[in-house]
Nanobody, 119 residues
Framework: QLRLVESGGGLVQPGGSLIVSCVAS????????VGWFRQAPGKEREGVAY????????YYEDSVKGRFIISRDHGKTTVFLQMNRLEPEDTGVYYC????????????WGQGTQVTVSS
């Protein structure tokens, strides 16, 4: 069963940058659509950015457009989210998930990685 592992979170000052990673342990992500989501305390999980691992096509939510970049490695086992010009509002636990077309939802969530933007 495909399981994802997120890593790379941490504490960063406003205006700083951070890269988080999403690895499919023992699997390739080729053919999948992978999304990065985040959940702030007391709020629902929200989508941030999405990528088609096969061709690299990407889509961003307005809140991060122009600041975040989603990409994948050549081996198509890892999806990255490069976060630039971070704001306190970007604070939250970041998760990645894969799109299940049959169930019409993202799933296979990992444990998440905490990103805190604070001075």
């Amino acid at each position: 069963q495909l399981r994802l592992v997120e890593s790379g979170g941490g504490l960063v000052q406003p205006g700083g940058s951070l890269i988080v990673s999403c690895v499919a342990s023992g699997y390739t992500l080729d053919g999948y659509k992978v999304g990065w989501f985040r959940q702030a305390p007391g709020k629902e999980r929200e989508g941030v950015a999405y990528i088609s691992v096969y061709d690299g096509g990407a889509y961003y939510e307005d809140s991060v457009k122009g600041r975040f970049i989603i990409s994948r490695d050549h081996g198509k086992t890892t999806v990255f989210l490069q976060m630039n010009r971070l704001e306190p509002e970007d604070t939250g636990v970041y998760y990645c998930g894969v799109w299940n077309a049959g169930r019409q939802k993202y799933e296979s969530w990992g444990q998440g990685t905490q990103v805190t933007v604070s001075s």
